[in-house]
């Protein structure tokens, strides 16, 4: 049985055996090339955050001017996607700071988006640096979105973010009346935990506020375009999230066997700002969102071949779930190209099939 | 005093770029700004050991390649979580296309 508590069994094996922390595989690419890919610019987040941005007003604003018709009910459908799915990427690319070149517009952005998503913008920043020191290592990273065996009902219910919403205003709670939960205190540093509860006494006040003005107005609007949607529009981050590393390796340190890159429709790829590319996200993280198909075609010879659409992903990721739940040690096992490089096939032998 | 070692020539690093310098057992990164202007810091990031030889310079910043942490290589400064901890910088001073460097 994996013990994924951060100050679990697992986590401390992790240390000692030296995949905590480790050193992780990467595509040779030349410098000047890299330099190329990593070059930042505004324009391509400015233009997506304003088309992002306009359309949630004229959605919202549809969807109020409509309301209580059923005719209010696809404004709010789409208005919710791109409040609880398309802020889960902004959150993410502008955590990293690669989404603008100035770095006021990824704080602006990263802030807003933190809160729309529940998040609080201190504690996730860190979590998120320990998810990349240590993609899905049990005990270790605070972000695995699918354990194992899988909690089926979590996963369903997360795709109208009930048990995230839950979990996320008890922490927002906690954070802002008792101060940094102990697991968090096992990845954000001590300099950053006034961050964290000013950050949730923030969200926590706006919370309150749209609540009093829902009872105040005898209405359920305020809620359904603040609050709300991050329940009903979470469907599609959850949707894309889970082929991150679904039914994949864990405890690796080689983002081609435990991450996944989905070849996916231009809508959900604008909603998701391209990290369906994700294997090579997670090898270069400082490559920014709009450069990724590019970092794709220099280096796909080296990786695993992508997943060829989101049902494919989910074709392969359901049977291995299935099995997971029976209690049976399985796993996607991804082949290399005849041209790649493996790596530390002491830790990687359970997952390139060389054993088993 | 220390001496000025001879790290590289002016030519060996782009503008606005960073370049790996081991000497001593001890590993550095070397850098040439947009104005023209050679800098010296500790090599690894002080957040998780990461060779910041392989970030990016942004104009005085030099962003590591792991986590996006920054610092200012001119002073070491930490501009931007996860990097919290101050580099080292070391002086540094271009003589008829050399680079040399105090450590
Ligand atoms: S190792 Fe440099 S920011 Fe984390």
Redesign the pocket.
Known sequence: MRDYSLLGEDGRRAVESGLAAAQWYHTDVPRKEMKALMQRSDAPAIRDTLMLYGAMVLLAAAGIALWPSWWSAPFWMAYGVLYGSAMDSRWHECGHGTAFRTAWMNTVVYDIASFMMMRNPATWRWSH?RHHTDTYVVGRDPEIAVMRPPEMARLIGNLFGLFDVRAALGRMLYNAVLGVHPEEKTFVPESEWPKVVRAARVHLSIYAAVLALALAMHSIVPLMVIGLPRLYGAWHHVMTGLLQHGGLADNVTDHRLNSRTVLMNPVSRFIYWNMNYHVEHHMFPMVPYHALPKLHAAIRHDLPAPTRSIRAGYAEMWPVWMRQLRGEEVFLKRDLPATARPYREDFHAAALGTTQ | MTDWIHACDTSDIDEEDVMRWDHGGRTFALYHSPDGEFFCTDGL?S????HLAGGLVIDHLIE?P????QFDYRTGEAKRA??CVNLATYPVKVDAGRVLVQV
């Not at chain 2, 957040?47 to 990461?50: C, K, L, R, T």
């Not at chain 2, 792991?66 to 942490?69: A, D, E, I």
């Open positions: 640096a | 990031c957040h998780e050991q990461v590591c792991k986590h996006n942490g996860p990097a």
